[in-house]
């Protein structure tokens, strides 16, 4: 893979924060109400679930897509246990690989996927260490990370904001997208990837990396144990009054 496809940005600018594009004023203000709601039932604020470094926590990202996280964690330390380090799994043949992941969804997939990402980390910044992404700001960052095939917006976010670079980024999960849908802060025909701009932007721009880590996890907890995809138990939901979807469909009491 040429290092020429994934051109490395210029000197990195000092770290700083994001800067969205404006939201529309009223849904900005639902945004909080809503953050604010949540907060209290879901204990803000919320402690990083682990402290990976960058690479890791990319490995990581890309074994999670569509696996829920106990199967998707077992086969991340299955893999650590398997090879010593990163630069091994590389060297590794990718059935080796495949084998040590088996438990995720399309094994078949992120196993070339893995290896082909940390080929194009060591060949864009001649190492595997992706620290230095610390010292961009969030959009620059994001950018670099997603200028590799493999990596996109979830990806990237959940490298900068649930790694050790506890960076402002806001990842959007399956749970917090339908969550997102439902109370009418994205579209219903907005995907996963376009909504992370858009929730982004609803949020103030100021925010800390916790504030934007704590946001993420009361969706996706309130999706995970309210607002579930089938029968959304709007009957204990104290968003209800906000919630566009409440009265529509087969819903728990």
Request: with cysteine.
């Given at each position: 893979m040429p290092t020429s496809l994934f051109p490395t940005p210029s000197a990195p600018p000092s770290r700083r924060r994001a800067a969205p594009s404006p939201a529309d004023p009223a849904v900005a203000d639902k945004a909080l109400a809503i953050h604010a709601r949540l907060c209290p039932v879901y204990g803000c604020p919320i402690p990083y679930f682990h402290s990976l470094d960058p690479v890791s926590e990319l490995v990581s990202s890309l074994l999670s897509h569509r696996t829920r996280n106990a199967e998707s964690g077992r086969a991340f330390k299955a893999l650590r246990a398997r090879f010593p380090d990163w630069e091994s799994v590389i060297d590794a043949e990718v059935p080796?690989?495949?084998?040590?992941?088996?438990?995720?969804?399309?094994?078949?997939?992120?196993?070339?996927?893995?290896?082909?990402?940390?080929?194009?980390?060591?060949?864009?910044?001649?190492?595997l260490d992706l620290a230095f992404l610390g010292d961009m700001d969030v959009a620059a960052a994001r950018a670099w990370l997603e200028a590799i095939p493999g990596i996109g917006p979830k990806t990237s976010a959940a490298v900068l904001s649930f790694s050790t670079?506890?960076?402002?980024?806001?990842?959007?999960?399956?749970?917090?997208?339908?969550?997102?849908?439902?109370?009418?802060?994205?579209?219903?025909?907005?995907?996963?990837?376009?909504?992370?701009?858009?929730?982004?932007?609803?949020?103030?721009?100021?925010?800390?990396?916790?504030?934007?880590?704590?946001?993420?996890?009361?969706?996706?907890?309130?999706?995970?144990?309210?607002?579930?995809?089938?029968?959304?138990a709007c009957g204990r939901c104290v968003l209800v009054d906000l919630c566009p979807s409440a009265a529509l469909g087969a819903r728990e009491p």
């Open positions: 080796e690989i495949q084998a040590a992941i088996a438990g995720v969804t399309w094994p078949e997939l992120k196993a070339p996927r893995i290896r082909e990402v940390l080929i194009a980390v060591r060949e864009r910044c001649g190492s670079l506890r960076m402002p980024a806001l990842p959007v999960d399956s749970h917090h997208h339908r969550v997102a849908q439902r109370l009418g802060l994205i579209g219903p025909r907005v995907d996963v990837g376009p909504s992370h701009a858009i929730l982004r932007a609803q949020l103030p721009a100021d925010w800390s990396a916790q504030a934007l880590y704590d946001n993420h996890e009361i969706l996706m907890l309130h999706g995970q144990q309210v607002c579930h995809h089938r029968r959304p």
